[in-house]
């Protein structure tokens, strides 16, 4: 089958599932989020700088089912309720696009709430989530004016996860500049400028947490000065243009100013010749 094939039957897939919403809200009568935490990791051997953040989640969370899911995990949930997405989960170029896609299948089929495994809570911040007129629930990015995938939460079958799904597979079939960069791909196609993107074409508003739930200082990423949660090392993923990019954005105001020096030494260096 062509890749042409592959996303026209991924988008009728899409087509369908957003019919029956209605009828499985109605059925299950989901006012709550879900009291299931998710995180994944490619085995069930964490790194030693994240080896206690499931204990914390459990520590803060007792009566939440607690699911670390591996990468084998993944993909057998892709097989069991999507395999319609297989074509485009198989061929994401990095893992990590893999790793960002899972999560809208989670919060879709399962809800819950998704944290990056670099996050553990140090209180219940669960009240956040008692106003139930709303479905999904997102933190913005400390950096930038965009929405992180880093932490979430969601009520089941909110039609929000079908138009992100939807996003990232029209982004996969389409050509676009910013693929030719490993970080722009991930960020763009599969992270946080396509949930992005769907935020701003959603029909619906979605609530967004406040920004003390999670905090990122891009010069320290160990720095512990979050209230509800504790911000570890992370990035894993990173690879050299992201590390570059990071840099860059740090010390942007130092790059500016010496581009303007710059550009006022050309001009009198010219004015005066």
């Known amino acids: 089958m062509s890749l042409n094939n592959y996303y026209t039957d991924a988008i009728n897939n899409l087509e369908i599932l957003k019919k029956k919403n209605t009828v499985c809200l109605n059925y299950d009568n989901e006012t709550k989020i879900p009291k299931i935490i998710w995180q994944t990791y490619k085995t069930v051997n964490l790194p030693s700088e994240w080896e206690n953040t499931p204990g914390e989640w459990k520590k803060y969370f007792p009566d939440y089912d607690y699911r670390l899911q591996t990468d084998i995990d993944n993909r057998n949930f892709i097989v069991l309720h999507a395999p319609w997405f297989l074509p485009f989960y198989d061929n994401f170029k990095y893992n990590i696009m893999r790793v960002d896609s899972i999560r809208a299948f989670w919060m879709y089929f399962c809800g819950g709430i998704y944290s990056d495994l670099d996050i553990v809570p140090t209180s219940d911040f669960s009240f956040f989530f008692k106003n139930n ?59 946080p400028q396509a949930i992005t993107f769907t935020v701003k074409n959603h029909k619906y508003p979605v609530c967004y947490l406040p920004d003390c739930l999670i905090s990122r200082n891009l010069t320290n990423p160990e720095i512990k000065n979050e209230i509800y949660t504790c911000a570890l090392k992370g990035q894993s993923w990173n690879r050299f243009d992201s590390k570059f990019l990071l840099f860059f954005y740090v010390n942007r105001k130092f790059f500016i100013f010496t581009l303007i020096l710059f550009h006022l030494y050309l001009y009198f260096k010219f004015l005066f010749l």
């Open 133 to 191: 007129d709303n479905s999904v629930y997102l933190v913005k990015t400390a950096n930038i004016e965009s929405t992180t995938n880093c932490i979430f939460a969601s009520k089941r079958y909110s039609e929000f996860w079908l138009e992100y799904i939807q996003t990232m597979i029209e982004r996969f079939v389409e050509w676009h500049l910013w693929k030719l960069s490993p970080h722009f791909n991930v960020i763009f196609n599969t992270g």
